[in-house]
Structure formats: C-alpha cells, structure tokens
C-alpha cells in the first residue's frame, strides 16, 4: 500500500471490549520496519496491530496513555511471496487472561507472549468519533507494505481462524472461506476489495471507507500468487524495492542484478519488464539460476549463476557467448520474455515484436538455454552491470508496471494474468496457477 490507507470514524458505538480481525497479507520488502497493519485513535486509548522491525506480529493496547497490552509472536514472518492469514481475536470479558486475545496465522493459534489485557479492559476501537485506519499508524507514518485481501472486522464476538478459513482437501493449504457465517455487529465490515473505483466499499453492509492515496486492484490472491522480485536474493542489489516488489530502482553505486520470488524447472511461462528509466545504459533482461552471492560480473564473464539474457546494445548472451541478436533498447521499453523450460529454449520481444524473427508458439528461433541449473530452477532476472541507476518495472501477470495499468491489455491464452502483449499460445504466467501448485 506504501503511503495509502483506508480511514473511517465510526458515528456509532458498539461493542468496546470484544472484537475480531480477519485478513490476508502479503507483505513487501520493508521488513526492517514497523508496518502497521490497522490502528484505533487516539494516540493515548489506540489499539494497533503491526509487524514489528523484527517481523514478529504484535498487539498493542493503550488505555488512558498507558500501554496495557503488549503480546507478540514468536514466529517470525518474513515471507515476501506468499500470503499469510491473520486473525486476532480479543475478548477482554474472559476470566483467564490468556482467553482474552488469541492470535492465529494460516489457521494455527501463535504463541504468544507479553502483557495481556486486564479483565472489562474498554478499549479504543468501536467507539464513535474514533479513528479506525487499515494500513498505517495515523494519517502521516508507518504505512503497510504489501498487499491485503478479505478484511473482516467483527463488533461483538470474538471469532475463531476456522470461521474464516480452512483447509483445501485436495492441496492440504488453508485458503479463505469467500462467505465466512458472521454476525458483524455494529461497526464491522468486509473488504473484498472488488470495486476498483471504490477499494473502500463494505461487502457486508453500509460501513464504507475512505481510500487516501493511490489504492491498486491486483491480480494476486491468494489462490494465485505471482512472481515479484525477490528482494532476500539479490546478488549485489541494493536498490530501493515498491509497488509489492514489482518495482525497483537499482543502486548507481554497485553492479546490480536481481531474481523473482518464483522459479520453475518445466512449463512455459511470460512476463513483461519496462524500463521506465535507463540510466545510462548496460541494462539486460533475462533469466538466471538463484544467485545469493556477492560476486560481481561483467557483460561476458560466463558467471555459472547467470544464464541467458538480452542486453541493452541488441545482443544474446547465452552463459559466456554474445552474439548479435536484436534492436537495442532502453528507457520505456517494454521487454516480453517467454521461457520455454520443455524444449529448453528462450525468447524476448521488444514492444511486443519478438526480434531476430523468433516465434515462441512455433519454437522458430528460440536461444538454447542450460539444462542443468544449479537449484533446479531457472527464474526471472534483470538488472546493469555499469554502476548505474535503472528503474525496472516488472509485470508478472497483475497488469501492472508500477501503479500504472497496462495501456490495451493483450491476448491471453491461458487466462492467467493481464499483460501489455499478446501472450504466445501455449506460454501462461509465472504464478502459483501457472506452476499448477
């Protein structure tokens, strides 16, 4: 969400003591900071959850100044690929304290440890004239990164992570109830975030919010997760990761290439990068094993972790082999890249012309590529190699490049993703769906 967050002042009270929060969350690359992920006001009664520097998950509760609740997690969640499911239930009417909050994440209660709240405990949330915001703090500071889905907030009853979630007989993965049976009381809602033109409509009522910045409706859910850059494997990189991590701004002062969150080992997957600024050049788009090394390369130097790309001036590496292949390309080109890991071949297009007369849905023309890839997998790659600073824009199938929709969404064979260019027959996008996991 970066600096967006969804606001509104309830002008009823309802229940001030027992509540519930249900969400998906998927989050971004600022795990060393705190990211709310909602907040009641004032600062002196607020209630707020977040993920601390640390990337446990607290609760936290002020009364009268005083903070009287601090329980946090000991799981960790630092996964910027998949999506985790939150429940906190808080009931400050129960006689055992630790009946008063319980915290679960992808259907397990969490151990939890810290302050719990006293017993009859009124706290800030329900009450009319009181802030409630959905990613952030206050209006100004620690915003979430990431992405949400199904937000649920119940005024009256503390709800177990089974009312709103189960698990798939087939996959054995907890996955979201669409139409959860609740009583949503006073305050409550449901955010499905179906409205493009409205992120903020209750699905459950007539408890709206206002959306302030610049909301974006995503293809990602989590039934189908999508690549992203992976900010955990990076190389050298040390650019400055947006938008859920499908943009990133490289680091002038370093040679800088970067991988995605998803990889494969078969099938035939398609995504688009956009330089929305080159820098001064010695940009490549391509695909790689994982790196997790701090080694530099240079253009030609047969590195074993990078395996195939397209480079600024028009050439094909293959491994160490340049050959002439193509246009050059730079700021504002939109490079397509169909990786066909059953016939071990590559193709690229540049503003959706595959060059040197490549025609991935025929296999005319395709770069060979490696059969052995260190990890198993082949994934994404981009980046420089001349210490310069490139903003890369990857869409990876949720049609956008940064916050900017696809300009006249292209054909889509498979029916996974939306893209700039007409994706080649047979090729889908590198997603969760798309693997078949």
Do not use: C
């Not at 979430?144 to 005024?155: K, Q």
């Amino acid at each position: 969400m970066a600096s967006t967050y969804l606001s509104r002042t309830p002008s009823s009270t309802g229940n001030d003591k027992i509540a519930t929060f249900s969400a998906w969350v998927k989050r971004g690359s600022s795990l060393g900071s705190q990211n709310n992920i909602f907040t009641s006001f004032p600062a002196n009664e607020r209630t707020q959850l977040f993920f601390t520097p640390d990337a446990t998950l607290k609760l936290q509760a002020y009364v009268s100044g005083s903070a009287t609740t601090n329980l946090e997690t000991t799981m960790k969640l630092r996964d910027v690929n998949g999506w985790y499911h939150i429940v906190v239930a808080m009931d400050s009417t129960q006689a055992t304290n630790t009946n008063r909050v319980k915290i679960y994440v992808n259907g397990v209660q969490q151990t939890i440890s810290g302050t719990y709240l006293n017993q009859n405990t009124t706290l800030s949330f329900n009450t009319s004239g009181r802030p409630f915001y959905i990613g952030t703090y206050d209006t100004s500071q620690l915003f979430f990164d990431g992405e949400m889905a199904h937000v649920h907030w119940i005024d009256g009853t503390a709800y177990q992570a089974s009312t709103f979630g189960e698990t798939d007989s087939t996959t054995g993965i907890w996955k979201p109830k669409t139409s959860p049976t609740v009583t949503y009381g006073t305050n409550g809602f449901f955010l499905k975030f179906e409205n493009s033109g409205a992120m903020g409509t209750d699905s459950a009522g007539s408890n709206n919010f206002a959306v302030n910045g610049t909301m974006t409706q995503l293809k990602d859910t989590p039934s189908n997760v999508f690549a992203t850059i992976n900010p955990l494997d990076n190389g050298w990189f040390s650019g400055t990761f947006s938008n859920g991590n499908n943009t990133v701004v490289s680091n002038a002062s370093k040679e800088n290439y970067w991988t995605s969150t998803l990889g494969a080992s078969s099938g035939k997957y398609y995504w688009e990068v956009k330089l929305s600024s080159s820098g001064s050049g010695r940009d490549y788009v391509g695909i790689a094993d994982k790196i997790s090394t701090t080694n530099a390369f240079s253009a030609y130097s047969g590195n074993s972790k990078m395996r195939s790309y397209y480079g600024y001036t028009g050439v094909s590496v293959i491994g160490s082999t340049g050959s002439a292949f193509g246009n050059t390309f730079g700021t504002g080109d939109i490079i397509g890249v169909a990786m066909d890991l059953d016939n071990h071949k590559l193709y690229f297009s540049k503003n959706g012309v595959f060059q040197n007369s490549q025609n991935p849905a025929t296999g005319t023309n395709g770069l060979a590529i490696d059969t052995s890839p260190e990890s198993g997998f082949y994934y994404a790659q981009a980046g420089n190699i001349h210490n310069t600073s490139t903003t890369f824009q990857v869409n990876f199938g949720n049609g956008y490049f940064g916050t900017t929709a696809v300009s006249s969404a292209g054909a889509n064979a498979s029916g996974n993703g939306i893209f700039e260019y007409d994706v080649p027959t047979g090729y889908t996008a590198l997603s969760t769906k798309g693997l078949n996991l």
